[in-house]
């Protein structure tokens, strides 16, 4: 009988490691965290790239923007409204110098100008931030969405019709109990 911890059963017929099979699996290992690398690096690009367009077209926006303001602050000078005029003039100002931020500098060079700003001004980034959500899903409701083939529409008041509770248009709602309808 073998005592605890002797070498019974580690003779030549114990496999070595590399006939264990262990060896087989590096080359797939290696093949699929290069997968995973390149996807993760096409994830990027595809953000990035998106990201770009968005603060592209954030920049046109804010450039309209900035335009109808200095035409409002014209309007009001010439209707004698200096005061309001002018804080209007300053707000167009305040927002070409943003639109113009956004494109002139990168992706990369605004996220860290917002982390900068973030750590020098937190109480004024938080309440930005909020402020920012706040008339982002004003502006998010305002636009009607209605995804193609829903089969619900919307009218000129402001309502929607269609199928009710998502069902399809032009069937009726047989109700909780199953019953005709």
């Known amino acids: 009988m073998?005592?605890?911890?002797?070498?019974?059963?580690?003779?030549?017929?114990?496999?070595?490691?590399?006939e264990t099979g262990?060896?087989?699996?590096?080359?797939?290992?290696e093949v699929l965290r290069a997968s995973r690398d390149q996807a993760m690096e096409e994830a990027r690009d595809a953000i990035r790239n998106m990201a770009e367009g968005q603060k592209t077209r954030a920049a046109e926006g804010l450039g309209n923007v900035a335009?109808?303001?200095?035409?409002?602050?014209?309007?009001?000078?010439?209707?004698k409204?200096?005061?309001?005029?002018?804080?209007?003039?300053?707000?167009?100002?305040?927002?070409?110098r943003a639109s113009r931020?956004?494109?002139?500098?990168?992706?990369?060079?605004?996220?860290?100008?917002?982390?900068?700003?973030?750590?020098?001004q937190p109480t004024l980034f938080i309440g930005g931030a909020i402020a920012a959500g706040f008339f982002l899903a004003r502006f998010l409701k305002s636009v009607p969405a209605t995804p193609a083939g829903t089969g619900r529409t919307e009218t000129a008041a402001g309502s929607t019709v269609?199928?009710?509770?998502?069902?399809v248009a032009g069937s009726s709602y047989t109700g909780a109990m199953g019953g005709e309808g």
Do not use: I
Request: aromatic fraction near 8%; charged fraction near 30%; proline fraction near 5%.
């Open 101 to 120: 931020l956004l494109r002139e500098k990168d992706w990369d060079d605004l996220m860290g100008e917002a982390e900068r700003f973030a750590r020098q």
């Open 22 to 29: 262990q060896d087989d699996y590096r080359p797939t290992r």
């Open 162 to 167: 269609g199928a009710p509770y998502g069902g």
């Open 67 to 79: 335009h109808a303001l200095h035409e409002t602050a014209r309007t009001l000078s010439s209707e």
């Open 2 to 18: 073998a005592e605890y911890g002797s070498t019974v059963g580690s003779d030549a017929s114990t496999p070595s490691p590399g």
């Open 81 to 96: 409204q200096a005061v309001t005029a002018r804080y209007t003039d300053m707000a167009a100002d305040q927002l070409e």
